[in-house]
């Protein structure tokens, strides 16, 4: 339905910060977006979720993540970004962004990872 790519992971030292982006091949105003992420042996687990229609409403974020990640859109740019500040290394795991249609509440689809369309995923290491 929506292709999407991440970008933007690496290696980074506990405490440091990253902006991963998440280029989309189209991203309207009634799309929710979504940053989800997994580790070895762990369930995935939902980060952030916005609705393209509003930049300070309709956000969501898990509770490991408040305060530290924001998540962002451009919808010129059909781009979604999560900027992550003050990272641990519990953050460690591969990030992935999802987009779909607005079927339910932005937290009801963050927390079942409700999304049709996702990305293949980008590694994010916090390590000394």
């Known amino acids: 339905q929506v292709q999407l790519v991440e970008s933007g992971g690496g290696l980074v030292q506990p405490g440091g910060s990253l902006r991963l982006s998440c280029a989309a091949s189209v991203l309207n105003n009634f799309y929710v977006i979504g940053w989800f992420r997994q580790a070895p042996g762990k369930e995935r687990e939902g980060v952030s979720c916005m609705s393209m229609s509003s930049s300070n409403g309709n956000t969501y974020y898990g509770d490991s993540v408040k305060g530290r990640f924001t998540i962002s859109r451009d919808n010129a740019k059909n781009t979604v970004y999560l900027q992550m500040n003050s990272l641990k290394p519990e953050d460690t795991a591969v990030y992935y962004c999802?987009?779909?249609?607005?079927?339910?509440?932005?937290?009801?689809?963050?927390?079942?990872?409700?999304?049709?369309?996702w990305g293949q995923g980008t590694q994010v290491t916090v390590s000394s």
């Open positions: 999802a987009a779909d249609l607005p079927r339910w509440t932005v937290q009801r689809m963050c927390e079942m990872a409700a999304f049709s369309s």
